[in-house]
């Protein structure tokens, strides 16, 4: 089922319930190196925000989605 848009569509959904409730922004952080989650995202409207960071649980890259 990998490949076919599920995750997507969840996401969407999900971002669409935010925004509705009043969120005025929605953030994400996926690993750098991780191109198809990234891609995801992007499609999806998030756009970097900064460069990759080191955190407690490894290296992200911020993510950001407004309304």
Do not use: C
């Amino acid at each position: 089922m990998v490949g076919v848009g599920h995750g997507s569509a969840f996401i969407s959904m999900r971002m669409q319930a935010l925004f509705d409730e009043g969120a005025p922004v929605i953030a994400t952080d996926p690993h750098p190196d991780n191109a198809r989650a990234i891609a995801v995202y992007k499609k999806l409207g998030f756009e970097p925000f900064g460069p990759p960071q080191k955190t407690q649980w490894g290296l992200v890259l911020p993510m950001l989605a407004k309304n």
